[in-house]
């Protein structure tokens, strides 16, 4: 059993883990920032008029096949990143000490 081949491994896949799971919190993030704030309705006729539209337009784009892109999923793929990277961190850090012990054995 190639024990270096081994740990080398666990060091590299936990490192990539944790690249992934920043990625995928980057775009996460980008997303739920990305989301507009509706603004207040004034009194002007031509803006609420303008405002009825738009809200016809989004009912109409309710019916239609949304995109996997909404709140939940974002602060769900956030939470489930954030759990990747620790986990991924977590396997660097065994690895890392399983180096260490090898070291103290073999010195």
Not at 24 to 46: K, M
Not at 62 to 68: A, E, I, K
């Amino acid at each position: 059993m190639n024990i270096s081949h081994n740990i080398n491994s666990a060091i590299v896949n936990g490192t990539f883990g944790i690249q992934r799971a920043e990625d995928n919190i980057a775009q996460h993030s980008a997303n739920l920032a990305s989301l507009s704030v509706r603004e207040p309705l004034s009194g002007d006729p031509q803006d609420i008029l303008a405002s009825a539209s738009l809200n016809q337009l989004n009912a109409i784009k309710q019916t239609l096949p949304q995109s996997s892109y909404n709140i939940t999923s974002d602060l769900v793929g956030l939470s489930i990143n954030s759990t990747n990277a620790q986990a991924s961190a977590k396997v660097v850090d065994v690895a890392g000490d399983t180096i260490g012990t090898i070291l103290d054995i073999l010195a």
